[in-house]
Every structure is written in structure tokens, then in C-alpha cells.
């Protein structure tokens, strides 16, 4: 027996439409979805996500005459809280992604502007925040050095990179983000 049968059970007498069921759920996690939608964007933006969610759960769109909940993708794996947490967060995702697409391009016009003289101090600058990056880097752990070789030296992909070092995308876009604080 799963240690997630009750939230599959509960999943699945919601699938089916069980009134009961639907109370109990809309009860116990509603609050649960509030949070995390407050934690993903503080403006409430995205809380209508997760009150729209709830007619996917529900089963509003049909095929073939029938309802069709989104529950039927919960297969117990985790708790019910985690998938819910995991199915708001990538539509909040979704819908960033979705936005950033309609943006309009910056002008042209706000392209920074260049000098007629170059600045002569330019070469010991850089010469100054290579040497500085260097040393941080070479502080680094080998596997850190490693990792940013991968994505900004190779041009490997996130996935890539987590391949050639044993972890998960995630982790390695962890790792990474950590090494560019410590930068």
C-alpha cells in the first residue's frame, strides 16, 4: 500500500465527480494552493491560476461526452499537496513564458550610446576583472569548475550539463546560480 493512497483515493473520488470528495478537497487544499500561488508572484497574479485550476481538476472540458479530470494524471507518486504545487507552479510558468512572448522589442533608439574615442583605460580593466575572476574561480571547487566550463565554455545546455555531471537539469541550475553569487 502506498504511502500516498489516501491522496490518490481523494484524487480519484474527485475525478469521478463524488461531491463529498470535492468539499473535502476544496476544504483542505484550497489554503495550500493560495500559498503557493502568494509565493509565486506577491501581487495575487497568480491566484487566479490556481482558482482556474480548479475547473481542470474538476473536469470541465470532455472528450468524447465526457469528463476529463486533470486528477487522472496523478498516479500517488508523491503527495497530493507536491503534485498540486508542482502543476500550479509550471502554469505560472506557462503564463510568464506566454507574456514575455507578446512584449514588444526594445527600440533602437534606446541602444546604448558609443564614443568617438575608445577609453584608454579599457585594456587595464579588463585585464584587472580577468585576473579577479581567475583567482575566484580558482577557488572553486574542481567539480564547480567543471559545471561552468560546461554551460559557458561548451555552450551545453542545462540538461547537458547535469548529464556530464551525474545530477538532475535542476540541480545543475542550482549549482550554477550558486557559483555566479560566489562570483
Not at 481542470?56 to 465526457?66: A, H, K, Q, V
Not at 494524471?73 to 514575455?100: E, F, H, I, N, P
Not at 576583472?129 to 567539480?143: D, E, F, P, Q, Y
Amino acid at each position: 500500500m502506498s504511502a500516498y493512497s489516501a491522496d490518490l483515493e481523494l484524487a480519484r473520488l474527485c475525478a469521478e465527480g463524488d461531491e463529498p470528495a470535492w468539499e473535502r478537497f476544496v476544504r483542505e487544499y484550497r489554503p495550500l494552493l493560495y500559498r503557493v500561488a502568494d509565493a509565486l508572484d506577491r501581487t495575487q497574479g497568480a491566484r487566479e491560476i490556481a482558482d482556474s485550476l480548479y475547473a481542470d481538476l474538476y473536469g470541465i472540458g470532455t472528450s468524447g461526452g465526457e469528463r476529463q479530470s486533470l486528477f487522472r494524471y496523478y498516479q500517488g507518486r508523491s503527495s497530493l499537496a507536491t503534485w498540486l504545487r508542482a502543476v500550479l507552479a509550471q502554469r505560472y510558468v506557462d503564463r510568464v513564458r506566454a507574456q514575455k512572448k507578446a512584449e514588444p522589442l526594445p527600440d533602437e533608439e534606446a541602444a546604448p550610446v558609443r564614443r568617438d574615442e575608445p577609453d584608454p583605460d579599457h585594456p587595464r580593466y579588463v585585464a584587472l576583472v580577468r585576473a579577479a575572476l581567475g583567482r575566484v574561480v580558482a577557488r572553486m571547487t574542481a567539480r564547480d569548475r567543471l559545471r561552468l566550463a560546461c554551460y559557458y565554455v561548451q555552450g551545453l545546455t542545462l540538461a547537458e550539463t547535469g548529464r556530464v555531471l551525474h545530477e538532475s537539469e535542476a540541480t545543475a541550475s542550482r549549482q550554477l546560480a550558486r557559483s555566479r553569487r560566489a562570483m
